[in-house]
């Protein structure tokens, strides 16, 4: 009897230290919580990395001071600006596989930064290849390699070879593309509930332009052919995967 009762005021415990570790499989819906949450610290990043564009591109500066601290303190507080999420506070605000996650994500983008600041730094030089996307499809790759989700951009007719959509990515795309712009993500569940997908849809801005705009076909600074898009249009999305039955 009392056997019995030691184990069962353990595995009481045991429940409870999982709950508090996050240790226990993530509800369906922390799972979609999870996956925005990835999505708009990715966007953050690339929106840290465009507002600073000019200064990148300028070849007149040396030392930019655009550090990976520098960087890791912009994306927080645009991160905590769009979700009202402060991902230093402790204790955390966020059940811990969904910080983990975001963690992990920040520090791989954080990581992006840090290894460009040869390139960045260049005197003399004016664009350096690094740009939003770039960072991106870096930032995705690393943060995918570390961990069971999945993050990419994409897009229909991908510049990158290596956001070329799956079968999925493409429906949803062509479905994006008809619709007026929208910041809400598709979310749904395949594999009989076993797989989420999400797709946040990014659209072209005045910025853009200078590079996918028009006149279409004619090379931009990057060396690709442009794309002739208009403000507004459907640039592409960030697809997130995150299988159910991961621990
Ligand atoms: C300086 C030129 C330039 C500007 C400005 C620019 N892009 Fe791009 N974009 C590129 C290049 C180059 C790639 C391919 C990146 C790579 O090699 O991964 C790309 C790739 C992308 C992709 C990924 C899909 C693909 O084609 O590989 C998306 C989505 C995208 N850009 C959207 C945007 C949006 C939205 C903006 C404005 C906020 C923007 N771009 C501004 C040059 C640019």
Redo the contacts with the bound molecule.
């Keep these: 009897m009392v056997l019995v009762k030691g184990f069962s005021a353990l595995g009481l415990i045991l429940v409870l230290f999982w709950s508090q570790t996050g240790w226990a499989q993530s509800s369906p819906t922390q799972t979609e919580q999870t996956a925005e949450l990835l999505a708009t610290l990715f966007n953050a990043g690339r929106v840290v990395v465009?507002r600073h564009q000019s200064l990148i591109n300028d070849p007149r500066i040396g030392d930019k001071e655009f550090t990976p601290a520098v960087f890791e303190q912009l994306v927080l507080d645009e991160f905590l600006h769009q979700t009202h999420i402060d991902l230093k506070a402790s204790p955390p605000s966020l059940p811990s596989p969904t910080k983990d996650l975001l963690v992990l994500l920040l520090h791989a983008s954080k990581e992006v930064v840090a290894e460009a600041q040869f390139v960045i730094n260049q005197r003399g030089i004016g664009?350096k290849?690094f740009?939003?996307?770039?960072f991106g499809?870096q930032a995705a790759r690393r943060f995918s390699n570390r961990s069971h989700v999945t993050m990419k951009?994409?897009?229909l007719n991908?510049?990158?070879l290596?956001?070329t959509p799956d079968a999925y990515e493409e429906t949803m795309l062509k479905q994006l593309a008809k619709k007026p712009a929208s910041t809400v993500p598709i979310v749904e569940w395949l594999d009989g509930g076993r797989l989420l997908r999400t797709m946040l849809p990014?659209?072209?801005?005045e910025?853009?332009l200078?590079?996918?705009g028009n006149p279409k076909g004619i090379l931009?600074?990057?060396g690709?052919p442009r794309e002739g898009a208009q403000v507004g249009e459907l640039?592409?999305a960030i697809s997130i995967q995150i299988p159910a039955d991961h621990r």
């Design positions: 465009e664009y290849n740009i939003p996307a770039t499809s951009q994409t897009t991908p510049r990158n290596k956001n990014i659209y072209y801005a910025d853009c200078t590079c996918h931009d600074i990057s690709y640039a592409g």
